[in-house]
Protein backbone atom coordinates (compact mmCIF):
# COMPACT_ATOMS: atom_id res chain seq x y z
CA UNK A 1 0.00 0.00 0.00
CA UNK A 2 1.12 3.27 -0.90
CA UNK A 3 1.68 5.89 1.49
CA UNK A 4 -0.53 9.42 0.65
CA UNK A 5 -1.41 10.61 4.01
CA UNK A 6 -0.95 14.75 4.06
CA UNK A 7 -1.46 14.48 -0.09
CA UNK A 8 -4.23 16.68 -1.29
CA UNK A 9 -5.87 15.03 -4.20
CA UNK A 10 -8.69 16.26 -7.29
CA UNK A 11 -10.17 13.58 -8.99
CA UNK A 12 -12.61 14.69 -11.46
CA UNK A 13 -15.74 12.34 -12.62
CA UNK A 14 -14.98 11.21 -8.71
CA UNK A 15 -18.28 9.30 -8.25
CA UNK A 16 -18.28 7.82 -11.66
CA UNK A 17 -17.37 3.93 -11.65
CA UNK A 18 -13.94 4.64 -12.12
CA UNK A 19 -13.89 7.85 -10.28
CA UNK A 20 -15.35 6.72 -7.39
CA UNK A 21 -12.22 3.60 -6.86
CA UNK A 22 -9.82 6.04 -7.72
CA UNK A 23 -10.80 8.12 -4.61
CA UNK A 24 -11.04 5.24 -2.44
CA UNK A 25 -7.77 4.62 -2.84
CA UNK A 26 -6.41 7.24 -2.36
CA UNK A 27 -9.11 7.46 0.90
CA UNK A 28 -7.47 4.09 1.87
CA UNK A 29 -3.80 5.18 1.55
CA UNK A 30 -4.32 8.61 3.37
CA UNK A 31 -4.98 11.29 1.32
CA UNK A 32 -7.26 14.17 1.51
CA UNK A 33 -9.76 13.84 -1.50
CA UNK A 34 -11.38 16.08 -3.05
CA UNK A 35 -14.26 14.88 -6.14
CA UNK A 36 -15.86 16.72 -8.28
CA UNK A 37 -18.71 16.66 -10.83
CA UNK A 38 -21.66 18.14 -12.33
CA UNK A 39 -24.20 16.19 -9.65
CA UNK A 40 -24.01 15.30 -6.15
CA UNK A 41 -23.93 11.13 -5.53
CA UNK A 42 -26.56 9.67 -4.08
CA UNK A 43 -24.31 7.91 -2.32
CA UNK A 44 -21.38 9.46 -0.15
CA UNK A 45 -17.48 8.61 -1.70
CA UNK A 46 -16.15 7.20 1.48
CA UNK A 47 -13.57 3.89 2.21
CA UNK A 48 -13.24 2.71 5.92
CA UNK A 49 -15.31 5.96 7.86
CA UNK A 50 -13.25 8.26 5.60
CA UNK A 51 -14.93 10.50 3.43
CA UNK A 52 -13.84 12.55 0.23
CA UNK A 53 -15.21 15.55 0.17
CA UNK A 54 -17.57 16.63 -3.09
CA UNK A 55 -17.36 19.72 -4.82
CA UNK A 56 -19.80 20.32 -7.77
CA UNK A 57 -18.16 21.63 -10.83
CA UNK A 58 -18.67 21.80 -14.58
CA UNK A 59 -14.82 21.27 -15.56
CA UNK A 60 -16.04 22.36 -19.31
CA UNK A 61 -16.67 25.82 -17.64
CA UNK A 62 -13.22 27.49 -17.63
CA UNK A 63 -14.54 29.87 -14.52
CA UNK A 64 -16.03 27.10 -12.61
CA UNK A 65 -13.15 25.17 -12.89
CA UNK A 66 -11.14 28.09 -11.90
CA UNK A 67 -13.34 28.82 -8.86
CA UNK A 68 -12.73 24.81 -7.79
CA UNK A 69 -8.90 25.48 -7.80
CA UNK A 70 -9.01 28.49 -5.85
CA UNK A 71 -11.40 27.03 -3.42
CA UNK A 72 -9.26 24.20 -3.30
CA UNK A 73 -6.03 26.14 -2.64
CA UNK A 74 -7.55 28.58 -0.18
CA UNK A 75 -9.13 25.94 2.32
CA UNK A 76 -5.96 23.47 1.92
CA UNK A 77 -3.12 25.53 0.98
CA UNK A 78 -1.76 22.97 -1.30
CA UNK A 79 -2.73 20.46 -4.18
CA UNK A 80 -0.54 17.69 -4.95
CA UNK A 81 -2.35 15.40 -7.14
CA UNK A 82 -5.03 15.79 -10.04
CA UNK A 83 -6.33 12.47 -11.69
CA UNK A 84 -8.31 14.40 -15.02
CA UNK A 85 -11.13 11.42 -14.73
CA UNK A 86 -14.01 12.76 -15.78
CA UNK A 87 -14.68 12.08 -19.75
CA UNK A 88 -17.16 9.80 -21.95
CA UNK A 89 -19.39 10.25 -24.53
CA UNK A 90 -22.54 8.49 -26.19
CA UNK A 91 -21.94 6.42 -29.42
CA UNK A 92 -22.91 7.66 -32.76
CA UNK A 93 -21.80 7.31 -35.97
CA UNK A 94 -19.41 9.55 -37.29
CA UNK A 95 -21.65 10.78 -40.32
CA UNK A 96 -24.71 11.43 -38.14
CA UNK A 97 -23.19 13.26 -35.28
CA UNK A 98 -24.12 16.40 -35.36
CA UNK A 99 -21.11 19.56 -34.40
CA UNK A 100 -22.34 20.18 -31.37
CA UNK A 101 -22.15 16.84 -29.94
CA UNK A 102 -19.11 16.85 -31.41
CA UNK A 103 -17.89 19.68 -29.98
CA UNK A 104 -19.18 18.90 -26.62
CA UNK A 105 -17.17 15.82 -26.59
CA UNK A 106 -14.18 17.11 -26.86
CA UNK A 107 -14.60 19.62 -24.61
CA UNK A 108 -15.04 17.41 -21.93
CA UNK A 109 -12.58 14.83 -23.23
CA UNK A 110 -9.36 17.01 -23.86
CA UNK A 111 -10.38 20.94 -23.30
CA UNK A 112 -11.58 20.67 -19.92
CA UNK A 113 -8.10 18.69 -18.57
CA UNK A 114 -6.08 20.85 -20.67
CA UNK A 115 -7.30 23.59 -19.19
CA UNK A 116 -7.25 22.12 -15.63
CA UNK A 117 -4.23 21.19 -15.41
CA UNK A 118 -3.05 24.98 -16.41
CA UNK A 119 -4.79 26.05 -14.09
CA UNK A 120 -3.75 23.50 -11.21
CA UNK A 121 -0.16 24.11 -12.45
CA UNK A 122 0.83 26.84 -10.24
CA UNK A 123 -0.51 25.07 -7.12
CA UNK A 124 0.83 21.08 -8.27
CA UNK A 125 4.26 22.76 -8.70
CA UNK A 126 4.38 24.93 -4.92
CA UNK A 127 5.26 21.64 -3.32
CA UNK A 128 8.31 20.59 -1.90
CA UNK A 129 8.01 17.61 -4.18
CA UNK A 130 6.44 17.45 -7.89
CA UNK A 131 3.32 17.89 -8.25
CA UNK A 132 1.57 15.02 -9.76
CA UNK A 133 -0.94 14.77 -13.05
CA UNK A 134 -3.09 12.39 -14.28
CA UNK A 135 -4.64 12.00 -17.31
CA UNK A 136 -7.11 9.29 -18.09
CA UNK A 137 -6.87 8.00 -21.64
CA UNK A 138 -8.96 5.43 -23.06
CA UNK A 139 -7.85 2.32 -25.80
CA UNK A 140 -9.98 4.52 -28.12
CA UNK A 141 -7.63 7.04 -28.48
CA UNK A 142 -4.62 4.45 -29.65
CA UNK A 143 -6.73 2.34 -32.30
CA UNK A 144 -9.68 2.63 -34.09
CA UNK A 145 -12.81 3.42 -32.73
CA UNK A 146 -15.69 3.17 -34.70
CA UNK A 147 -19.16 4.49 -33.22
CA UNK A 148 -16.80 6.85 -30.87
CA UNK A 149 -14.55 8.81 -33.73
CA UNK A 150 -14.79 12.33 -31.44
CA UNK A 151 -14.09 10.71 -28.17
CA UNK A 152 -11.31 7.99 -29.70
CA UNK A 153 -9.82 11.69 -31.25
CA UNK A 154 -10.04 13.53 -28.04
CA UNK A 155 -8.36 11.01 -26.00
CA UNK A 156 -5.83 11.09 -28.37
CA UNK A 157 -4.58 14.36 -28.39
CA UNK A 158 -4.79 13.60 -24.65
CA UNK A 159 -2.52 11.17 -24.91
CA UNK A 160 -0.40 14.04 -26.85
CA UNK A 161 -1.14 16.68 -24.12
CA UNK A 162 0.08 14.30 -21.77
CA UNK A 163 3.54 14.06 -23.64
CA UNK A 164 4.39 17.42 -24.16
CA UNK A 165 2.96 19.22 -20.83
CA UNK A 166 5.46 16.61 -18.91
CA UNK A 167 8.34 17.92 -20.90
CA UNK A 168 7.26 21.29 -20.43
CA UNK A 169 6.34 21.27 -16.58
CA UNK A 170 9.03 19.14 -15.47
CA UNK A 171 10.84 18.93 -13.09
CA UNK A 172 7.73 20.65 -10.88
CA UNK A 173 5.48 17.98 -12.24
CA UNK A 174 4.99 14.97 -13.48
CA UNK A 175 2.05 14.30 -16.13
CA UNK A 176 1.37 10.83 -16.88
CA UNK A 177 -1.61 8.87 -18.82
CA UNK A 178 -3.49 5.72 -17.82
CA UNK A 179 -4.69 4.32 -21.43
CA UNK A 180 -8.07 2.40 -19.96
CA UNK A 181 -8.88 -0.90 -21.62
CA UNK A 182 -12.40 -2.47 -21.50
CA UNK A 183 -13.78 -2.15 -17.84
CA UNK A 184 -16.75 -4.45 -16.11
CA UNK A 185 -18.93 -1.81 -14.38
CA UNK A 186 -22.60 -1.21 -14.16
CA UNK A 187 -22.74 1.71 -17.58
CA UNK A 188 -21.74 -1.15 -19.52
CA UNK A 189 -24.46 -3.92 -18.84
CA UNK A 190 -26.86 -2.66 -21.84
CA UNK A 191 -23.92 -1.97 -24.34
CA UNK A 192 -22.32 -5.41 -23.64
CA UNK A 193 -25.94 -7.11 -23.81
CA UNK A 194 -25.59 -7.95 -19.43
CA UNK A 195 -23.33 -10.89 -18.13
CA UNK A 196 -23.40 -12.82 -20.77
CA UNK A 197 -21.67 -10.21 -22.92
CA UNK A 198 -19.35 -9.17 -21.04
CA UNK A 199 -18.05 -12.98 -20.70
CA UNK A 200 -18.15 -13.10 -24.76
CA UNK A 201 -15.93 -9.69 -24.37
CA UNK A 202 -13.50 -11.41 -21.26
CA UNK A 203 -12.72 -15.02 -23.27
CA UNK A 204 -11.50 -12.65 -26.19
CA UNK A 205 -8.86 -11.01 -23.89
CA UNK A 206 -5.12 -12.41 -22.70
CA UNK A 207 -6.65 -12.15 -19.03
CA UNK A 208 -9.68 -13.65 -19.52
CA UNK A 209 -11.59 -10.74 -18.27
CA UNK A 210 -12.19 -7.57 -18.19
CA UNK A 211 -10.61 -4.33 -16.16
CA UNK A 212 -12.01 -4.10 -12.73
CA UNK A 213 -12.51 -0.17 -11.87
CA UNK A 214 -10.32 -1.14 -8.86
CA UNK A 215 -7.38 -2.01 -11.33
CA UNK A 216 -7.51 1.23 -12.49
CA UNK A 217 -7.35 3.26 -9.47
CA UNK A 218 -3.79 1.00 -8.57
CA UNK A 219 -2.74 1.84 -11.39
CA UNK A 220 -3.00 5.53 -10.59
CA UNK A 221 -2.01 5.29 -7.04
CA UNK A 222 1.37 3.62 -8.01
CA UNK A 223 1.84 6.41 -10.90
CA UNK A 224 1.38 9.27 -8.62
CA UNK A 225 3.63 7.50 -6.01
CA UNK A 226 7.44 7.57 -5.06
CA UNK A 227 8.11 4.36 -6.80
CA UNK A 228 7.33 6.76 -10.02
CA UNK A 229 9.49 9.64 -9.00
CA UNK A 230 10.89 8.45 -12.77
CA UNK A 231 8.36 8.40 -14.32
CA UNK A 232 6.62 11.47 -16.79
CA UNK A 233 5.04 11.56 -20.07
CA UNK A 234 4.23 7.70 -20.14
CA UNK A 235 1.25 6.49 -21.13
CA UNK A 236 0.61 2.99 -18.80
CA UNK A 237 -1.74 0.42 -20.92
CA UNK A 238 -3.98 -0.84 -18.52
CA UNK A 239 -5.95 -3.45 -21.05
CA UNK A 240 -5.24 -6.86 -19.69
CA UNK A 241 -2.78 -7.28 -22.72
CA UNK A 242 -4.63 -5.56 -25.29
CA UNK A 243 -7.68 -6.61 -27.91
CA UNK A 244 -6.62 -10.05 -29.96
CA UNK A 245 -7.50 -9.08 -33.72
CA UNK A 246 -10.66 -9.86 -34.45
CA UNK A 247 -9.52 -11.90 -37.94
CA UNK A 248 -7.65 -14.27 -35.19
CA UNK A 249 -11.26 -15.41 -33.40
CA UNK A 250 -12.65 -15.92 -36.95
CA UNK A 251 -9.80 -18.07 -38.23
CA UNK A 252 -10.02 -19.66 -35.47
CA UNK A 253 -13.61 -20.09 -35.20
CA UNK A 254 -13.16 -21.37 -38.84
CA UNK A 255 -11.13 -24.39 -37.79
CA UNK A 256 -12.93 -25.78 -34.70
CA UNK A 257 -15.93 -26.16 -37.45
CA UNK A 258 -14.15 -28.36 -40.29
Known amino acids: MHDFSGKIVL ?14 HFLAAGATVIACGRREPKVQIAHAGRIARFMCADIRDPEASQQMVDTITADYGRLDILVNNAGGGPPVAA ?9 KII ?8 VLSQQAHSALAAGDQPGVIINIASVSGVRPSPGSAAYGAAKAGLVSVTQSSAMEWGPDVRVNAVVVGLVHNEAG ?20 RMADPADIARAVLMLCSSDAAYISGAS ?9 PVFLHLASEAQQSR
Open 236 to 244: LEVHGGGEV
Open 107 to 114: ALNLIAPM
Open 11 to 24: VTGGAGHIGRAICQ
Open 95 to 103: AAASPTLTQ
Open 189 to 208: HEHYGGEAGFRKVADMLPLK
